[in-house]
């Protein structure tokens, strides 16, 4: 392992999916491009968490954009903290904020933006938005690319 692994200890090892997003442990590598301005996306079509009310699943496209500072987080970490709301209750509200804090808190981006497109819950659907602030002057940032929700339409 390379020194930016050697703290690792989810990448290259079996890790079983941690059982609440409380007990997920999301890990950063040291970003070999720190002081440049660049985006990193990540998108993941397949989030599941479940209604903290009825217990039934809800479905949403999640689109994470950062501006890395001085860490990059490790992408096995966040698939594995992304997948633990699978069994977790919460508002689409909750968990699509709480996910760009956690972020925010292990990773401390020069900016961060998280786009949480949820399928309908009653009928409706329920997009969610959140982001630390105005984007870095001079950043190229491509539009989420999400549609809104149709139907079948």
């Given at each position: 392992?390379?020194?930016?692994?050697?703290?690792?200890?989810?990448?290259?090892?079996?890790?079983?999916?941690?059982?609440s997003p409380d007990q997920a442990v999301l890990e950063r590598v040291p970003n070999p491009q720190a002081?440049?301005?660049?985006?990193?996306?990540?998108?993941?079509?397949?989030?599941?968490?479940?209604?903290?009310?009825?217990?039934?699943?809800?479905?949403?496209?999640?689109?994470?954009?950062?501006?890395?500072?001085?860490?990059?987080?490790?992408?096995?970490?966040?698939?594995?903290?992304?997948?633990?709301?699978?069994?977790?209750?919460?508002?689409?509200?909750?968990?699509?904020?709480?996910?760009?804090?956690?972020?925010?808190?292990?990773?401390?981006?020069?900016?961060?933006?998280?786009?949480?497109?949820?399928?309908?819950?009653?009928?409706?659907?329920?997009?969610?938005?959140?982001?630390?602030?105005?984007?870095?002057?001079?950043?190229?940032?491509?539009?989420?690319?999400?549609?809104?929700?149709?139907?079948?339409?």
């Open positions: 392992m390379s020194h930016y692994t050697d703290a690792l200890t989810q990448l290259g090892a079996r890790t079983d999916l941690p059982a002081g440049e301005v660049y985006a990193v996306r990540f998108t993941q079509p397949e989030f599941t968490s479940l209604c903290p009310i009825t217990d039934q699943p809800d479905f949403a496209h999640l689109v994470i954009d950062y501006v890395p500072g001085d860490w990059l987080v490790e992408s096995k970490s966040l698939k594995l903290f992304l997948g633990s709301f699978r069994n977790h209750g919460a508002f689409h509200e909750d968990c699509t904020v709480g996910i760009g804090k956690r972020l925010v808190q292990a990773i401390a981006p020069q900016w961060l933006r998280i786009g949480g497109y949820w399928y309908p819950r009653g009928g409706m659907p329920i997009d969610v938005f959140w982001q630390t602030g105005a984007a870095p002057a001079g950043l190229w940032l491509p539009d989420q690319g999400v549609a809104g929700y149709r139907g079948r339409g």
